[in-house]
């Protein structure tokens, strides 16, 4: 069974920083678009980043500058190094991949993480 786990969440100053990872296990064959998606309380979730199987980046206006998502594929993990950050970039943070598993043959699926709690604070 495939699992996405993040990590790294935790409570920081505003201008600080913080490092997040998602890492996946289980019977993994490869891993396609992986994303980071954010809800704050009593707000809808909305995306955040994207990373590519080939590394190319996309980012939300509102983070753009200031977080860089990454991945390491050998590790089947990507990360989500946040700087400059802000109160109002407290939330939950989920991480979301197109995975397929045992081999070329299975069918791609979408898998969410549990989330981790950011929460910007001075």
């Known amino acids: 069974q495939v699992q996405l786990v993040e990590s790294g969440g935790g409570l920081v100053q505003p201008g600080g920083s913080l490092r997040l990872s998602c890492a996946a296990s289980g019977s993994i064959f490869s891993i396609y678009n992986m994303d980071w998606y954010r809800q704050a309380p009593g707000k809808q979730r909305e995306w955040v980043a994207r990373?590519?199987?080939?590394?190319?980046?996309n980012y939300a206006d509102s983070v753009k500058g200031r977080f860089t998502v990454s991945r390491d594929n050998a590790k089947n993990t990507m990360y989500l190094q946040m700087n400059s950050l802000q109160p109002e970039d407290t939330a939950v943070y989920y991480c979301?991949?197109?995975?397929?598993?045992?081999?070329?043959?299975?069918?791609?699926?979408?898998?969410w993480g549990q989330g981790t709690q950011v929460t910007v604070s001075s």
């Open positions: 990373i590519t199987i080939g590394g190319s980046t």
């Open positions: 979301n991949g197109d995975i397929r598993d045992r081999d070329f043959s299975s069918p791609l699926r979408n898998y």
